[in-house]
């Protein structure tokens, strides 16, 4: 769990400039963190993208805004669930004639599962595999074992995303806390109506 805490110079510069163009302090605040939580979900999953070649739905998909700010809650809470480890369809996964290929790594270059299949034969997927690589466990006629990778969570733990993240956040909260001083400052002087 990452805590984050607003400067109170900051604090202070908005609820002044809240009271002179007479608008709700606690709400300005709420407005301004839940900014910063729609942004940070964002920003894990751009995190996740730049070390593993997922596509955009699956890194955000573990990633929840599960609490909001609001005017008697001054706090949002941002989750990426630990989820299952993907299949290697997700990382781009190519049946050839040895194997399966695939890319898990932005760094990185393709590997291969030697002996492993997506369909009957070279360039055939069976359609309920959904793309999904399969190895056999021992010799022919045994049974077959789905072939994963890593998950957004394991992506993130792994190469430890947190640390970069708290400078990310406390930047977007310090963004967001003057837009909110600066817009309310208008307002008192009757530049913005709204």
Known sequence: MIAIEIDKGKLKEL??????????????????????????????????????????????????????????????????????????NAFGARQDKSGVSYRISKNGGRKRVTGAFQGPRVGVMKVSWRGNAFKRVGKARLPIRKLRAVSAWGAYAKNDLSGPQVKAIEAELAKQMERRIKLNILRASGLVSK
């Open 15 to 88: 609820l002044e400039a809240t009271k002179k163009a007479g608008k709700s302090f606690p709400k300005e605040l709420a407005q301004a963190i839940n900014q910063v939580s729609k942004k940070t979900r964002l920003d894990i999953g751009r995190d996740i993208r730049k070390t593993v070649a997922l596509k955009k739905a699956d890194s955000e998909k573990p990633i929840k805004v599960m609490s909001t700010a609001t005017t008697g809650k001054l706090s949002a809470t941002v989750r990426l669930n630990k989820t299952r480890r993907l299949g290697l």
